[in-house]
């Protein structure tokens, strides 16, 4: 069965070093999402990307963020300057559109947890 | 604001028991689909079980099956037969039928099923 994957499946880094997160979506799947989960809490939308382009951002998703699709299979999520406050579990997420239609359900990687130090 | 409410921190179960997990949802849209995710301790995210706005069947996914009150904004899930392997985060999800439309989740409740 087609999944979701992320890669590295752990990152620590440094306050203020940049980190690349990376998502493989399943292969006929249109629609790209960024959710992160602090622990403990809910999981919250960053961010989703259609059409090569943004479609919708939160406000979490400000200028020390960014996405990017580099090839016809990755989907990478960039922070320019970490924060200790980014420290969270970063999840990816890929739906197919319906002919004509809406997208379809949302299937998730396994998520990528991140420390800042 | 478009919120998902799960009023349950916590519940537990007896194993082979049925338990029901509730949620409450704001919406201004007629169009809308709701989730239920499952997180394991591995905190991996799992589709259980998905229901159309549009769709006035309840749906059913073998032990999984939910109530939808679309007047009351209510959407709870019922899982019968309660396993040792049901244990985990659970999560109530709108999401508003539009391109690119975002998952908006509730705080989740935490089940535990006992032997």
């Known amino acids: 069965e087609p999944e979701v994957t992320q890669t590295p499946s752990h990152q620590v880094t440094q306050m203020g070093q940049e980190v690349i997160l990376r998502c493989v979506p399943i292969s006929n799947h249109l629609y790209f999402y960024w959710y992160r989960q602090i622990l403990g809490q809910k999981v919250e939308f960053l961010v989703s990307f259609y059409n090569n382009e943004i479609s919708e951002k939160s406000e979490i998703f400000d200028d020390q963020f960014s996405v990017e699709r580099p090839d016809g299979s990755n989907f990478t999520l960039k922070i320019r300057s970490t924060k200790l406050e980014d420290s969270a579990m970063y999840f990816c997420?890929?739906?197919?559109?319906?002919?004509?239609?809406?997208?379809?359900?949302?299937?998730f990687g396994p998520g990528t947890r991140l420390l800042v130090l | 604001a478009q919120t998902v409410t799960q009023s349950q921190p916590e519940m537990s179960v007896q194993e082979a028991e049925t338990v029901t997990l509730s949620c409450t949802y704001d919406t201004s849209e007629s169009n809308y689909y709701l989730f239920w995710y499952k997180q394991p301790p591995s905190r991996q995210m799992i589709l259980v079980i998905r229901q159309e706005a549009y769709k006035q069947q309840n749906a059913t996914e073998n032990r999984f099956s939910v109530n939808f009150q679309k007047a009351a904004k209510s959407f709870s899930l019922k899982i019968s037969d309660s396993q040792l392997g049901d244990t985990a985060m659970y999560f109530c999800a709108k999401q508003v039928v539009y391109q690119g439309g975002k998952l908006i989740f509730g705080q989740g409740t935490e089940l535990s099923v006992k032997p």
């Open positions: 997420a890929s739906s197919a559109k319906l002919a004509g239609g809406p997208q379809e359900t949302q299937y």
